[in-house]
């Protein structure tokens, strides 16, 4: 019976997994479809696999290029973005011990913006590797001040988010004073529209620099998912268990800095997709991580597709800021799992 059992959860999560792919499959193709220039969905299957050398159908070629130039690689971007942050989202709640815990709500997508604009608007450094670099200090910056004003005594639910408010605020404020001072009208609109989240602009070179930090990043992670399953029963219980909790805890907080980086540098500030999905992906498959990493990977790709489609088509004849949308569900769903934290205390 309990091997039954066992083969039965196996299938389930491995019948999840194939759902998860498919649908992956079928957003990303039906998200090539939507757009100023409606293309049928068939037409869109075909050239992408004309671009990915499978096929050779005979296409019109601006159909063909806006199918492969730019939706394709637009939504496999919001794809990445949605896998590296609902993959941070886990680490951190792992990591804190807090469900509320995600790069945006503790400031880190904040500090990351801030870096971003720095090098955008003034100049220092340039190209989509400083851009990065520059989001990557800002977000260090932003997670070592939150960890500071958390410090001392018990960092619980309510001072861990009051720490990351308070330094989102911050850095949001830096971030408000650069353009403002920095920015010229067209310039500031652009970068004000981009900190909401903008898939806009988004072209292969930046579809490989994201899909390779994120899918590093969750293979590094996945190496450190029994040390995150100890973590879940407190550090001085990882400690007995040989992991050495400074050590991994640097690691994974310098990756979840890395991948909020590269993403706010390519998309901007994009909320709640790292505090609702892994959520999701624990009650489906349960809170071991080496099951958890992978499915909140696919559930936030498939979201973050989602939410970009919504974005382009809740509007007539224009297009939303993608964070918009994600914070349309994500914010319901911080007030409730904020409540169901406070009933569990």
């Known amino acids: 019976m309990e091997r039954f059992a066992a083969d039965a959860g196996w299938a389930w999560?491995?019948?999840?997994?194939?759902?998860?792919?498919?649908?992956?499959g079928v957003a990303v193709v039906l998200a090539a479809s939507i757009g100023e220039m409606?293309?049928?969905?068939?037409?869109?299957?075909?050239?992408?696999?004309?671009?990915l050398g499978l096929t050779d159908y005979p296409?019109?070629?601006?159909?063909?290029?806006?199918?492969?130039?730019?939706?394709v690689s637009r939504a496999l971007v919001a794809a990445c973005c949605g896998a590296g942050l609902s993959v941070c989202g886990a680490i951190?709640?792992?990591?804190?011990?807090?469900?509320?815990?995600?790069?945006?709500?503790?400031?880190?997508?904040?500090?990351?913006?801030?870096g971003a604009v720095l090098v955008m608007l003034l100049g220092i450094g340039g190209g989509a590797i400083g851009v990065s670099l520059g989001a990557f200090l800002g977000a260090a910056l932003a997670f070592s001040l939150v960890l500071l004003l958390a410090a001392g005594g018990r960092a619980g639910v309510t001072r861990v988010i009051?720490?990351?408010?308070?330094?989102?605020?911050?850095?949001?404020a830096l971030t408000a004073y650069i353009v403002s001072t920095s920015?010229?009208?067209?310039?500031?609109?652009?970068?004000?529209?981009?900190?909401?989240?903008?898939l806009g602009g988004v072209r292969w070179p930046d579809v490989w620099l994201a899909a390779l930090v994120v899918g590093v990043a969750?293979?590094?992670?996945?190496?450190?998912?029994?040390?995150?399953?100890?973590f879940a029963f407190g550090e001085d219980l990882a400690a007995t268990l040989g992991i050495s909790v400074a050590g991994v805890r640097l690691v994974l907080f310098a990756i979840t800095a890395l991948v909020t980086a590269t993403l706010v540098s390519i998309v901007g500030a994009v909320g709640f997709v790292g505090l609702v999905i892994p959520h999701a992906a624990r009650f489906l498959v349960g809170p071991g991580h080496s099951r958890l990493l992978p499915a909140s990977a696919l559930i936030g790709a498939n979201f973050m597709v989602l939410a970009d489609i919504v974005s382009r088509i809740i509007v007539p004849q224009q297009v939303l800021p993608i964070g918009v949308v994600t914070a349309l569900v994500g914010a319901p769903a911080f007030a409730l799992i904020l409540y169901r934290s406070r009933l569990s205390q």
């Open 92 to 114: 951190l709640q792992a990591l804190l011990r807090n469900a509320l815990a995600e790069p945006y709500v503790l400031g880190i997508s904040a500090g990351a913006s801030t």
């Open 162 to 172: 009051l720490a990351g408010v308070a330094g989102a605020q911050l850095f949001n």
């Open 218 to 230: 969750l293979a590094a992670c996945l190496l450190f998912a029994r040390s995150l399953d100890a």
């Open 38 to 51: 409606r293309i049928p969905f068939t037409v869109s299957l075909k050239a992408i696999l004309n671009g």
């Open 13 to 24: 999560r491995y019948g999840l997994a194939l759902v998860a792919v498919l649908g992956l």
């Open 59 to 71: 296409l019109d070629r601006i159909q063909q290029g806006i199918v492969w130039e730019y939706r």
């Open 183 to 198: 920015a010229n009208a067209e310039q500031a609109r652009s970068v004000m529209f981009w900190l909401l989240g903008s």
